[in-house]
């Protein structure tokens, strides 16, 4: 008869150390595990998001190599060191969206600015546009007065000079010496008999009043679209710096839209670091069996509980993946010794094979489990939940009860199974 490996039966519980979501205190737990931070190959993390990753693959190739052969407390600190960073990368994310609503609140205010002053410098160069017509329009009936005034000046002097030489030549042919006496004495009495138009002296006089009036009404428009252009210079201007203003925010907006993105990009690279460092430590016989059973290890119960965890062994303190026996039940067993040949003793080492007890742990106890949300094709990375559980793994006890032997393996075991000091060898 030979026993298996059963020390993880009686509960050898070697807890999982959870760290906190402070990066200084993840940090600390990794070097207090003994890993170089450096060795790692991580992104050193930028708060202010100015530039993601350009070369992701390459990166999670490295990150993959370096947390393969961690354990999985090595592997929780890590975790915890980016879930911190991812939760820096969170609070900048709502930073962001708070200052993109904030500088939308404002371009919106300040396109109801823009529009506003747009509209009363339309109004304001439109009533220019009316006054400056009026204006032209006065001017040109203020033309045809003066030249109304010159015309008619013109025709009264031309009048009064043919009604002088008219008087003139009477005064020629009627001057009688002996009666008129002197001759220029004569002439200026004939002359001084001569009587103006009296209509085109009212006329003259009526156009000289218009073109007084229609001088001043000028002055008046004049001054109206001087006093009118000063108020449509002061709308241009406010609306120069408004359309500043605006061009001002919509880069805020774009630029913070920028990081918001980039943070958002860092975020999904940090959390396939973390599904990378996850798979990166199941074996690839254990991930040889998801693929040849056709298991899709994101597959939940009716009630929603995950069918599929992954969760360090008790005894080899490695991750390997279980099929609960349940819907939320409290035992587990691994794909090897449900799928692979001879129970998958040469996958699973004995003491890691069932799961026991599972229950919920404080956050500072147990032992972190995932269960997956999201998987790669190629198994490569993931996305999770996780929590802390304490449980117990082990191996079932096995019994000779025919009397014929049981195999514990293909090669020879050597035990000193009488207690004397002598080895006894069997298969």
């Known amino acids: ?62 990150s993959a190599s370096s947390t393969q052969n961690m354990s999985p407390e090595q592997l929780a600190a890590l975790i915890d060191q980016y879930e911190a960073q991812i939760e820096q990368l969170e609070e900048d994310i709502k930073e962001y969206e708070k200052e993109i609503e904030n500088y939308q609140i404002q371009l919106n205010s300040e396109k109801l600015i823009l ?48 009604a002088q030489q008219n008087a003139i030549f009477e005064a020629m042919m009627n001057y009688n010496e002996e009666e008129d006496g002197d001759y220029n004495t ?14 085109l002296a009212s006329l003259i006089k009526d156009l000289q009043g218009q073109s007084i009036d229609v001088m001043r009404e000028l002055g008046t428009l004049q001054t109206n679209i001087n006093a009118k252009t000063v108020t449509a210079n002061i709308y241009q201007n406010q609306v120069n710096i408004t359309q500043g203003n605006i061009e001002t925010l919509e880069d805020k907006i774009t630029n913070t839209t920028t990081l918001k993105t980039t943070a958002g990009v860092q975020i999904e690279e940090l959390n396939s670091k973390i599904g990378t460092a996850i798979l990166s430590q199941i074996s690839d016989e254990e991930k040889a069996l998801v693929k040849a059973n056709g298991i899709d ?36 067993t691994t794909l090897a ?6 129970q998958g003793f040469d996958i699973v080492p004995s003491g890691n094979g069932y799961m026991s007890g599972l229950s919920c742990a404080d956050a500072c106890s147990g032992s972190t489990v995932y269960n997956l949300t999201c998987i790669s094709d190629d198994m490569t990375t993931c996305k999770f939940d996780s929590r802390n559980m304490d449980y117990c793994t082990s191996s079932p006890l096995s019994f000779d009860l025919n009397g014929d032997g049981v195999k514990t393996s293909d090669e020879l075991v050597q035990f000193d199974i009488d207690g004397d000091g002598i080895v006894d060898t069997i298969n």
């Not at 004569?186 to 209509?199: F, H, I, M, R």
């Open 115 to 162: 529009e506003n002053n747009q509209k009363l410098l339309t109004d304001t160069q439109g009533e220019i546009a009316e006054l400056n017509s009026e204006y032209e329009l006065k001017q040109a009936s203020y033309t045809a007065i003066i030249a109304a005034i010159d015309n008619a000046t013109r025709t009264a002097e031309a009048e009064a000079n043919k």
């Open 1 to 62: 008869m030979s026993i298996g490996d059963v020390s993880g039966l009686f509960g050898t519980n070697s807890a999982i150390s959870s760290t906190t979501s402070k990066i200084s205190e993840a940090t600390s737990d990794i070097e207090k595990l003994g890993i170089s931070l450096d060795s790692l190959e991580t992104d050193s993390f930028v708060s202010t998001t100015k530039a993601a990753s350009t070369d992701s693959t390459s990166t999670e190739s490295s």
């Open 297 to 332: 290890l994101t597959e939940t119960f009716p009630d929603g509980s995950p069918k599929y965890i992954i969760a360090p062994g008790k005894s080899d303190n490695k991750l390997h993946i279980y099929e609960m026996d349940g819907p939320n039940s409290s035992s587990a």
């Open 186 to 199: 004569y002439l200026q009495e004939c002359l001084a008999g001569v009587v103006p138009d009296n209509s």
């Open 337 to 342: 010794r449900k799928y692979a040949d001879g």
